[in-house]
């Protein structure tokens, strides 16, 4: 996989990372992948936030899930993952998501690792794929949707945040800021 950047004097020249062009090792990749979905839903190494949303199960996905700008969407600006006018392509076999302005790519966004669609959707920052960009931990976000088990009108919705390292003290209020607006929006278009 490589990248090529439009500021390529902002890219570290760390393992040969010169010149705006970096090549990131597949080994890598997976490597930092498997270890981050196996800290996935384990207590002492994610932080959650679990709501109830007055909505059906396919009206939150579609404004919460239904793709990687709703995803992204719901969370502040101050999480670093708003992305601008997004472009979605494949490469290396993986979803990646860039973040484009006026056709130039300036940086990878994100990767989405999981998305299995009324289930879950599970997306991994900038950070796992080239961490000597962006000097912090890789780091994983995860949307998990299930059926409330006593009302069919709502449904369950847990956001997860999970990263290689100690996690940042505003994760837990991005989760509950990125829950608030999911609700919002499902909520009040439910009832349109």
């Known amino acids: 996989m490589d990248y090529t950047y439009k500021y390529p004097v902002n890219v570290s020249?760390?393992?040969?990372?010169r010149f705006g062009h970096?090549?990131?090792?597949?080994?890598?990749l997976s490597q930092t992948h498997e270890e981050l979905m196996k800290r996935l839903?384990?207590?002492?190494?994610?932080?959650?936030?679990?709501i109830e949303v007055e909505a059906s199960k396919e009206?939150?996905?579609e404004v919460a899930a239904g793709s990687v700008d709703a995803f992204y969407s719901h969370q502040p600006v101050y999480a670093g993952l708003s992305p601008i006018n997004s472009l979605d392509s494949q490469e290396g076999g993986?979803?990646?998501v860039h973040r484009i302005i006026d056709g130039q790519v300036l940086d990878r966004v994100g990767e989405v690792m999981l998305n299995m669609p009324l289930v879950q959707f599970t997306v991994s920052d900038i950070d796992i794929a080239d961490v000597s960009v962006?000097?912090?931990?890789?780091?994983?976000y995860s949307?998990?949707?299930e059926d409330h088990p006593d009302d069919r009108d709502k449904t369950l919705v847990l956001l997860?945040?999970?990263?290689?390292?100690?996690?940042h003290p505003w994760a837990l209020g991005m989760l509950a800021y990125q829950a608030n607006s999911i609700k919002h929006y499902a909520e009040s278009d439910n009832s349109e």
């Not at 384990?42 to 679990?50: G, L, M």
């Not at 962006?134 to 994983?140: K, Q």
């Open 13 to 17: 020249e760390v393992n040969g990372r």
């Open 22 to 28: 970096i090549t990131v090792p597949e080994e890598f």
């Open 41 to 50: 839903g384990t207590p002492n190494k994610t932080i959650a936030v679990q």
């Open 59 to 61: 009206r939150v996905w």
């Open 94 to 96: 993986r979803y990646v």
């Open 134 to 140: 962006s000097g912090f931990f890789p780091s994983l």
């Open 143 to 145: 949307i998990n949707l």
């Open 160 to 167: 997860s945040y999970t990263m290689l390292g100690v996690a």
